[in-house]
Nanobody
Framework: VQLQASGGGLVPSGGSLRLSCAAS????????VGWFRRVPGKERKGVAC????????DYEDSLAGRFTISRDLAKNMVYLQMDKVKPEDSAVYYC??????????????????????WGKGTLVTVSS
């Protein structure tokens, strides 16, 4: 399994950014997928996750609808659309997957330790 995250960078507060995660060696439709983030000194935390069914999504409570997770099965890609970003959204963002299709998105997002494979992170910095 290989996951390659990209799209991070410097973005002004209130702006938008889209992160991408390219998956190889797996077929995403058979996996639960998620975006997690880590800030210095804190544990990695679930941001947005999607279960085996696309309708099953879960988001960190503080996001208030600003982020959207999606996937393109034809391209084997997962995306995180980040809108109205805030300085507190600054972090290293990681995509992660699990072959456990019985996991709900809520269950998956709440437990980063059950992620089976991680991609390298991509840094997002939001300027105030």
């Amino acid at each position: 399994v290989q996951l390659q995250a990209s799209g991070g960078g410097l973005v002004p507060s209130g702006g938008s950014l889209r992160l991408s995660c390219a998956a190889s060696g797996i077929t995403l439709k058979d996996y639960s997928v998620g975006w997690f983030r880590r800030v210095p000194g804190k544990e990695r935390k679930g941001v947005a996750c999607m279960g085996n069914r696309e309708v099953d999504t879960d988001y960190e409570d503080s996001l208030a609808g600003r982020f959207t997770i999606s996937r393109d099965l034809a391209k084997n890609m997962v995306y995180l659309q980040m809108d109205k970003v805030k300085p507190e959204d600054s972090a290293v963002y990681y995509c992660g997957v699990s072959p456990r299709t019985d996991y709900s998105a809520f269950f998956f997002c709440a437990r980063p330790y059950i992620v089976d494979s991680w991609g390298k992170g991509t840094l997002v910095t939001v300027s105030s």
